[in-house]
């Protein structure tokens, strides 16, 4: 028996033949298992939509705050599912104790919540939060239009009659098979229309309003990018968790019994989540 030995040369698995010299030569270009082509790339790099809560603190204490999130969360070991977290920290008093990074870290890791990220962080502490594996994010400031040298305006034409006005495109996704336990959808820039049931453990996200033609359990979180009139719609509720431009509310009880599997609206009323029958003013605060 010929020995085969394996070699490996960048993607592409080779094979050396060693052996009587009228052995079979084997063709160099033999793709590794692991290979689909010989053009596919060993890694490509794409734009990806990544939806991370804002952990926003008003001080630095680690003891206050470990009291804060117990109370949040009830205790629940889950209440967080490993989300990824952006630490804001524009709230802190001028006057605050230096931050401890790493003591923050392990008690946001505590409640399953992963920081990636730090807002609104002065830049004497760029190199301090980069060494704890933090990236830096920074609001970016609308450029001012260049002032061009004024002109004398041109004369103008008559106008010519006003053409009949198109429809301005609706941006909205719509999702028409059923979001499974585990499974994430994030509707950038736009509502969210679900014709399916939305199970538990689903989370649903959209930056403008939530609208579910169906049975909605799980998670919904609309107005993600800060829309305080955005909404939540759906023909019959059960769900785990809603939130409206961050204000969230949790059904550990049970959803309330006079809207439960009925159409119903869900709205932010200042900082409070009302939930609202679809054919009338009846509330639930």
Not at 144 to 165: F, G, M, N, Y
């Amino acid at each position: 028996m010929a020995d085969l030995t394996p070699v490996f040369a960048g993607s592409v698995f080779l094979s050396k033949m060693h052996g009587p010299a009228h052995a079979r030569e084997v063709n160099p270009l033999s793709l590794s298992p692991m290979s689909k082509s010989l053009f596919q790339k060993p890694i490509e790099i794409k734009i990806s939509t990544v939806v991370a809560v804002s952990a926003i603190l008003a001080t630095a204490d680690r003891i206050a705050l470990d009291a804060a999130l117990n109370e949040m969360t009830g205790g629940s070991t889950d209440f967080f599912e490993d989300d990824l977290a952006v630490i804001d920290v524009a709230g802190l008093p001028a006057d605050c104790t230096p931050i401890d990074w790493a003591g923050i870290i392990s008690l946001l890791k505590k409640y399953r919540l992963n920081p990636v990220a730090v807002r609104n962080a002065p830049p004497h502490l760029a190199a301090e939060i980069a060494a704890h594996g933090l990236s830096l994010e920074t609001a970016v400031k609308s450029r001012e239009p260049e002032h061009a040298p004024q002109q004398e305006p041109a004369p103008v034409a008559a106008p010519a009659p006003a053409a009949a006005a198109a429809p301005a495109e609706t941006n909205v996704m719509i999702i028409d098979t059923p979001v499974r336990a585990g499974q994430r959808i994030y509707a950038r820039g736009c509502d969210l229309v679900v014709t399916a049931v939305v199970n538990n453990g689903a989370e649903i996200i959209a930056d403008g309003s939530i609208h579910v033609y169906n049975t909605l359990n799980g998670r919904a979180l609309a107005g993600a990018s800060g829309n305080p009139n955005a909404r939540i719609f759906a023909l019959e509720l059960s769900p785990e968790l809603v939130s409206i431009a961050g204000v969230y509310r949790t059904f550990e009880d049970g959803f309330p019994a006079e809207f439960a599997r009925k159409p119903a609206q869900i709205r932010l009323n200042g900082d409070r989540i009302d939930i609202l029958s679809v054919n009338s003013a009846t509330r639930a605060l």
